[in-house]
């Protein structure tokens, strides 16, 4: 009872209520998702930007596991890459917004998505990871888990629809205008004229059909069985088989000469289009009108296949910049979950996003431009951070204001912190965010236009061959300047291990600083490449007193491979004895001999 209680979502709402001013946030669930949809429709369209927020069920199964100082772009991808393939997003936050003088106009959604297998063909996701921590956070914010399970709007990704299609099977109408070929062969030319002799012979077989006086109703009922005449709803419908793709523009283009007739794709499950189906229709009107049809149930099946996404695809077709916090790891699970599979690299990620936001922004690009905010790693502590250092008032406006009877004091704040915080940090830095009446935005200012589809701050560009080391000042060192260690027993501070380096290893402790990465392992950095080769070589030579050690390609190779264990020196073992492993079956096909016998050889000129 207790547990089921914490899992429901008044068990906070008393507590929200100590606080001043509440924000109004529309709650939506699939009940309301239908009419929600052109609310924020047009929201988006009369805004000039978009914040968006996610709520995940986790980010990182340990602690090395997070976006570190020493990550490059490379690695930092391949972290958030796995976390957004394993965990899943419960709450999905849009805020559409504009600015007018220092008035904050917003129009604030909180999304409640499940991914629900609708179609029952294991899509989107047949599990996912939770972490514990974030649950309970969500816990103690009232969330709702029943809620969400059972009234949760579900979605497909594109990748995801298109094998969906393929996989159900169903009817469609023929997208486009297929275009005549200038050339057909003798078998096209000879196969549409049989097709188009079998339609005027149903044609003709359903017309008489209709004159047939009752008496013959048998006759009629055989003709049309051998016409191999079928039913549409209540239209007679001829059902035309196609053995390849190629032939079914063949099929449509012969269908043309009929006026009468609507051709619809059959496609057939887990192969494609299996055949193009005619529907016979008695006027000018009534084809209108099955057209209509075909395309209301179309539009039905369409929103019950993207669910969601129907949101992220308003966001994409509007054009407008995409405002964040921590882009790379909302941007990478709004790709996994609505687009489609993450690609393997850094730079195709980065292209595939433009085809989905041309133009994203993230606030810690902001932030860096006024101080050091290493240490705030939440919205909130910027937002506080920025009203006692600086004068920049910002009055919030919320439009859609929620019904009195949603729970609106504790779901979906943190998508307006995200825009109030950028607000007053362009209000802080001069950057123009007002637009004249009727003018949507076109091209941003030139300090947005820096940062835009640009990741959080602490992720280094893809030609970067540099990372941090010191968490207060940050200081930018080489790749190649950096060793891991592990094997460390009892040492588990930094103090205690740089003093046993310089005790065990006569290195100045002016020459490297060692950090912590998790209990099992740490990163050492040396001011000097002579001490690091001296280094390792003693390590190396010695045993190291257990200690192990390796470099930076080693943990690039961790990263890369998916070896995502609690502990990162167990990874580092991982990956050595699999290296390892490999040297030994190359020194051994590098060994490998042959018995050579001219005798056995062919002599081409001899042939």
Known sequence: MFFKRFLCSHTAARRHHQHGKQWSVKQVTNSNFSEALQEIKDCIFNSDFVAVSLQKTGGHSATWQRILPIDTAETAYMKVKDAATRFQILQFSVCPFSVKGSKLIAHPFNFHVFPRDELKVGM??????????YLSSMAREGFDFNACIYNGISYLSKAQESAAKIQTGNLSPVSGTVEPSSVYSVADTIFMERIE????????????????EVADALISSLRKLVAGSEVFGSRPSLTIDVCSERQVPLVI????????????????????????????TSSKEDKTLLEKEIQDTEHQQRKLVRGFREVIDLISTSQRPVVVHNSLYDLAFIHSKFQAPLPSTMDEFKNSLLSLFPHTLDVNHLMKEIGPFDKMNNVQAAL??????????????????????????????NVLRVCQLFV??????KIPLEFPEGERITQLAPSLQRTSNTFSSKVHTADDDGVGIRSGNSEKVRTDNLVFLWGLKNRKSSRNLKNLICDSYNVLSEEFDVRMLDRTCAVVVFWNAGVLDRFLGLVEGSGGEGLRCARYNTYRRVCESGLWKADLAECFDEALDESEALSRTEAKLEESVIYWNDDEMINLDDL
Request: hydrophobic share 35%; proline share 3%; with cysteine.
């Open 124 to 133: 989107p996701s047949y599990s996912f990871s939770c972490q514990s921590s």
């Open 424 to 429: 007053k940090l362009c209000s802080i830095l």
């Open 197 to 212: 002799s079998r339609v005027k012979n149903w044609i003709r077989a359903c017309k008489d059909s209709n004159k047939t």
């Open 384 to 413: 506080s951070y920025l009203e006692r250092r600086f004068s920049a008032p910002i009055d919030m406006d919320i439009s859609n204001q929620a019904e009195e009877t949603e729970n609106t004091n504790t779901h979906g704040h």
């Open 253 to 280: 283009e012969a269908l043309k000469e009929f006026v009468d007739v609507v051709p619809l794709h059959v496609t057939a499950k887990g192969v494609g289009v299996q055949a193009v189906r005619a529907v016979l």
